[in-house]
């Protein structure tokens, strides 16, 4: 079992593409390279080297999923950015 981590509310996370590789799996929804999406939430790093999952949202707020099987997005994908709110 690996912690999921939701930025608290004093604090915006935000993904960058930078790799838009259509994966072995016919996805039902993908990412656009150079887009910046939110983060809701991202889990610790999965194995050593491989980085850790992200759940991305759409401008509406709603979440993009690969597939059914597929939640989330490898953090390998993305440049990310964390924003602190006052």
Same mark, same amino acid.
């Given at each position: 079992?690996?912690?999921? /981590?939701? +930025?608290?509310?004093?604090?915006?996370?935000?993904?960058?593409?930078?790799?838009?590789?259509?994966?072995?799996?016919? +996805?039902?929804?993908?990412?656009?390279?150079?887009?910046?999406?939110?983060?809701?939430? /991202?889990?610790?790093?999965?194995?050593?080297?491989?980085?850790?999952?992200?759940?991305?949202?759409?401008?509406?707020?709603?979440?993009?999923? +690969?597939?059914?099987?597929?939640?989330? /997005?490898?953090?390998?994908? /993305?440049?990310?950015?964390?924003?602190?709110?006052?």
């Amino acid at each position: 079992m690996v912690n999921l /981590f939701v +930025p608290p509310s004093y604090m915006a996370v935000y993904a960058k593409c930078i790799d838009a590789a259509m994966p072995a799996f016919e +996805p039902e929804e993908w990412i656009e390279e150079g887009k910046v999406y939110p983060v809701k939430h /991202f889990t610790e790093p999965l194995n050593q080297g491989e980085g850790f999952a992200i759940t991305i949202m759409d401008e509406d707020g709603i979440e993009i999923h +690969p597939s059914s099987s597929h939640w989330s /997005f490898s953090s390998n994908r /993305f440049e990310l950015y964390t924003l602190h709110l006052n």
